[in-house]
């Protein structure tokens, strides 16, 4: 692990940045606090600086969007206290740094499954979001029974729809996770993608996998038999 400051990191990432790449983030829903460094970049680095609890915390009070992502890939989550959790989402709204915390911290704390519940009920759209995210991590591990899946399928079923933008993203992930992990309830998963429609009529890059989930579920099920 490199010895270095929070400041001669921003001056870093700061040199990394490009005003292009900027602003397409922040068309994407990060701050103005943002440089428009490479995903790629911040890779490299977090692997240069190791786990480093301490600077992740400078780094992340920061507000800047690449120190929150580099944070995101140094903290130690056993250092992290529920509360503390709690807030740092709070305060979040740009969607891809939300993903992040939460696949790479929050889903490895011993206290996840509150967390799960507590935001996947919430009003607001970034802790619905992040609360599902959580959920679609206990999904693709594989150890859900099916009682549990039942449960998850009945909420999805009757709030998906109506849910606001970033949890209802975050819930068509989980729809897609159960059919594609949990093989008796694929046909289950792609009948009630069609039956809600959501993101049936996305525009979908040429060489993606659309969002619609009878269509992810059925490519990605299709690609794993080959």
């Known amino acids: 692990m490199i010895k270095i400051t929070k400041n001669e990191i921003l001056t870093m990432l ?16 990060a701050g103005e606090n943002t440089y428009g460094v490479l995903l790629g970049e911040l890779r490299k680095l977090a692997g240069k600086l190791g786990t480093n609890h301490e600077l992740a915390l400078e780094l992340w009070q920061s507000g800047n969007t690449e120190a929150q992502w580099l944070a995101c890939m140094m903290f130690d ?6 509360d503390e959790i709690r807030s740092m989402v709070s305060q979040l709204t740009y969607s891809d740094i ?7 911290v929050v889903g490895g704390h011993k206290d996840a499954d509150i967390l799960a519940k507590e935001w996947s009920e919430s009003g607001k759209d970034n802790l619905g ?5 959580l959920i679609v991590h206990k ?6 029974t099916n009682d549990v899946l039942e449960e998850l399928l ?5 709030e998906l729809q109506t849910a606001t933008p970033g949890k209802q993203w975050a819930m068509n992930h989980a ?17 009630l993608g069609e039956a809600l429609g959501v993101y049936k009529d996305l525009k979908v890059s040429k060489g993606c996998t659309s969002a619609y989930a009878p269509n992810w579920i059925t490519a990605v099920v299709k690609k794993r038999k080959k």
Request: proline content about 2%; glycine content about 14%; charged content about 25%.
């Open 154 to 158: 009945t909420t999805i079923k009757a």
């Open 77 to 82: 989550v056993k250092k992290l206290t529920l």
């Open 139 to 144: 999904v693709s591990g594989g150890k859900l």
């Open 129 to 133: 979001r992040a609360g599902w995210n």
């Open 175 to 191: 729809l897609c996770g159960i059919g594609i992990r949990y093989p008796q309830f694929t046909e289950r998963c792609i009948t």
């Open 98 to 104: 939300i993903d992040k915390f939460i696949g790479e």
């Open 14 to 29: 700061r040199g990394l940045g490009n005003e292009k790449r900027k602003q397409m983030y922040i068309k994407n829903g």
